[in-house]
Each structure stands twice: as C-alpha cells, then as structure tokens.
Nanobody, 125 residues
Framework: QVQLVESGGGLVQAGGSLRLSCAAS????????LGWFRQAPGKEREFVAAISWSSGSTRYADSVKDRFTISRDNAKNTLYLQMNGLEPEDTAVYHC??????????????????WGQGTQVTVSS
C-alpha cells in the first residue's frame, strides 16, 4: 500500500504559478512510476503528466506541455508538479497517482494503483 497526500493547491490569477507536492508514505517510493491527473467539475478525469522511477523519462498532456514540469525527489518520497502560465482552463482538482508497473508512463487512470485525495487549483481570469 502507498498513501499519497497532495498539497500546494490554491487560488491564483491567470499567468501565475503554483507548485504542487505529493508526499508518499512508503519507503519504496522510488519503485513506482508516478503521475498527475486532474478533474474539473462536470468533466472526466484527465491525464496531466507522468515520470519514471529514475526521473529519466517524462510524459505530458499536450495541453500542459511547455507550461508544467513534473519532478520527483526519491530521497524525500515526494512528487512535484511545477505549474507556470496557469490558465482558467487549468482549474481542477489535481490528484497524484502511483503505478507499480515500471517502464510504462501510463496516461490512463487504469494504469495506476494508488491515488491521493486531491488538491484544488483555481485559476481566475
């Protein structure tokens, strides 16, 4: 079992930045592929970004590429999402997720085994 807890969400104006964090409970954090997803009201959950266990590979949704950066610190059992150039369309609850399948940067919810409760990001225009 891996418990994930997100933090860092909030209200920001368009064009602003936020950094989300996801703290994991398990020492074997480094064995997991990690990802960020988001869900806006009335919409389906959407893939945002994923990162391999070694940080050697990353994957982004087209809608956030060049604006968001995913990273991880295995020594601190923490996943990050740096979000720059935020737009009102980025408003959503952001969830981190962990997958025990290495070597695959999944972009679907079914690719992940563990989920955090989420943190709200609201971007005003």
């Amino acid at each position: 079992q891996v418990q994930l807890v997100e933090s860092g969400g909030g209200l920001v104006q368009a064009g602003g930045s936020l950094r989300l964090s996801c703290a994991a409970s398990r020492r074997t954090f480094s064995w997991y592929t990690l990802g960020w997803f988001r869900q806006a009201p009335g919409k389906e959950r959407e893939f945002v970004a994923a990162i391999s266990w070694s940080s050697g590979s990353t994957r982004y949704a087209d809608s956030v590429k060049d604006r968001f950066t995913i990273s991880r610190d295995n020594a601190k059992n923490t996943l990050y999402l740096q979000m720059n150039g935020l737009e009102p369309e980025d408003t959503a609850v952001y969830h981190c997720a962990a997958s025990s399948v290495l070597g695959k940067l999944g972009n679907k919810g079914d690719d992940y085994d563990y989920w955090g409760q989420g943190t709200q990001v609201t971007v005003s225009s």
